[in-house]
């Protein structure tokens, strides 16, 4: 009897370390996709790429919602993601183009609160500078990649602003590095 206990105890054991084994080294596919997307007939077009997934479609759910309409607010204590608005209310129509005058006019003036000669968007340098950007999941570093070079910019240091959702770069320390003329 004292055999069978140990050996059902030992059984018990490895199995569940197996199972937590196989728990730890799990792996998704995922890839990049780019979909027309369309609200109300009009196209749309998305600033996050989605991503696909075994054949299904994974959007970015604040940019989408903020597309029909809706407001997103997220209760991280709860994990609860909360969806306002008017049902059957169409999202916002898209603003026309800018002008060339009205681009040039805005390249250096105050956005939002944010100085354009000061500070550059994240998406822009990913966009635009061929730099490839981690974040550290407090948001309080970031990882620039170019060209097989990474440099870490720090919000500690003044280097990282993150205002309206968006993550800004200081263009001082991103020229001192060498990431930006």
């Known amino acids: 009897m004292k055999k069978l206990i140990i050996g059902l105890s030992v059984g018990m054991l490895l199995g569940s370390a197996a199972t937590a084994l196989a728990a ?78 009205e681009v040039k006019s805005k390249e250096n003036s105050i956005s939002d609160g944010i100085d354009s000669a000061t500070w550059i968007s994240a998406k822009e340098l990913v966009d635009k500078g061929g730099i490839k950007i981690s974040v550290r999941s407090d948001g309080k570093e970031f990882y620039l990649t170019k060209k097989d070079q990474t440099f870490t910019l720090t919000q500690s240091n003044g280097d990282i602003m993150i205002k309206n959702d968006s993550s800004y770069l200081k263009r001082d320390t991103l020229k001192n590095l060498g990431l930006i003329d």
């Open 24 to 101: 730890t080294n799990e792996t998704v596919q995922a890839t990049f996709a780019k979909f027309v997307f369309k609200v109300n007939g009009q196209e749309r077009q998305l600033q996050t790429t989605p991503l696909v997934v075994d054949g299904t479609s994974y959007l970015p759910v604040r940019e989408i919602s903020g597309l029909l309409g809706y407001e997103l607010k997220y209760d991280e204590a709860t994990r609860e993601i909360n969806l306002t608005g008017v049902p059957g209310v169409p999202a916002k129509s898209p603003e026309p183009p800018a002008t060339a005058s």
